[in-house]
């Protein structure tokens, strides 16, 4: 597609309990990107991906974050036993691999709720 | 490691003046790029100018220009006759270029809030 699509726009989890979002890059786009977004407004960078491949996840909590980008999927962003902290709009992006100078192209968003 | 500062948490202008919005940065690289973003209340996140290192030249799109001053680590977006649509959040960003750099994660400043008043 022309534009980056997220899934669900909101989501809604108990403490302890699982969220999965999920991100459908720009056709043709190679590199995925995931940002978090607090209420504060900073955006924190996540994970990047080179197609299915991770290139930098200096950004995750890995004790409890997971993110996959596989062939013919949607690419996705987990939490395992989410924590209040984790209230947060979760952006993904996209950017066409050419050259390095290309822009990433974000989605709407998806505003997860921890309560 | 690169830092992106915005100074200016709110800034207000009157419809149809010019506002300045300041963001400097610090990084070691030569090779970079650096954007402006703007955020409506839709938290949609969009595109508004950006700016290669390694060009002189300042750039500019349509009511939207940027002084970029590379000896100074600046980077000020002026938005010339305002509009009340062009009321949001805006996010400076940087992105190191380079071998490797297209998957870097943009490093964000903490945002300016432009306020229009009609």
């Known amino acids: 597609g022309e534009e980056v699509a997220q899934t669900p726009k909101h989501l809604v989890r108990g403490e302890g309990q699982k969220a999965k979002l999920y991100c459908a890059p720009i056709?043709?786009?190679?590199?995925v990107f995931w940002y978090q977004q607090v209420l504060k407004n900073e955006f924190k960078f996540l994970i990047s991906?080179?197609?299915?491949?991770?290139?930098?996840e200096t950004g995750m909590p890995k004790e409890r974050f997971s993110a996959k980008c596989l062939p013919n999927s949607p690419c996705s962003l987990e939490i395992q036993a989410t924590k209040l902290e984790d209230s947060a709009v979760y952006f993904c992006?996209?950017?066409?691999?050419?050259?390095?100078?290309?822009?990433?192209?974000f989605g709407p968003g998806t505003r997860l709720t921890v309560l | 490691a690169q830092t992106v500062t915005q100074s200016q948490p709110e800034m207000s202008v009157q419809e149809a003046e010019t506002v300045t919005l300041s963001c400097t940065y610090d990084?070691?690289?030569?090779?970079?790029?650096l954007f402006w973003y703007k955020q409506p209340p839709s938290r949609q996140m969009i595109l508004v100018i950006r700016?290669?290192?390694?060009?002189?030249q300042n750039a500019t799109e349509n009511r939207f220009s940027v002084n970029f001053q590379k000896a100074a680590k600046s980077f000020s977006l002026k938005i010339s006759d305002s509009q009340l649509g062009d009321a949001a959040m805006y996010f400076c960003a940087y992105r190191r270029g380079g071998s490797g750099g297209g998957a870097d994660g943009l490093t964000f400043g903490k945002g300016t809030h432009l306020i229009i008043q009609p």
């Open positions: 700016q290669e290192a390694y060009k002189q």
């Open positions: 991906f080179q197609n299915e491949n991770v290139f930098d």
């Open positions: 992006a996209s950017s066409q691999f050419r050259s390095y100078t290309d822009t990433q192209y």
């Open positions: 990084t070691s690289e030569s090779d970079y790029y």
């Open positions: 056709k043709g786009h190679s590199y």
